[in-house]
């Protein structure tokens, strides 16, 4: 199996920030906050031996061509492959009931 490069991109770095924000600021869940800072770094990991193995999100559902996702509990990492270079990049991260076409229109 091939091991793939992970990056992540600032849109997803700020949606990261975001999130761990929220939870340790809006909420006052410090512990939730750094089990969901673990957890999405294990995800991120994860991604590096099973990239390629996530299906491809159906077209329709969000308006992108070869978006993958990998959940993380109640939220979504979306990413896409670079075959080439064995690159999966993360392009956001969001909670699972947002709007998808919209969350990733810029993209």
Known sequence: MKKYK???SETAKQDL????SYLRYDLSEDIIADKYKILFKQ???TLEDIAE??????EELIGHKNIRKINAKNYIIF?????HTN???IIRVGHA???WERYLKDI
């Open 17 to 20: 920030e975001n999130i761990i």
């Open 6 to 8: 992970v990056t992540v």
């Open 79 to 83: 990413y896409k492959i670079d075959e």
């Open 87 to 89: 690159t999966a990049y």
């Open 43 to 45: 995800k991120l990991m």
């Open 53 to 58: 193995s996530m299906p491809i999100i159906n």
């Open 97 to 99: 009931f947002m709007d």
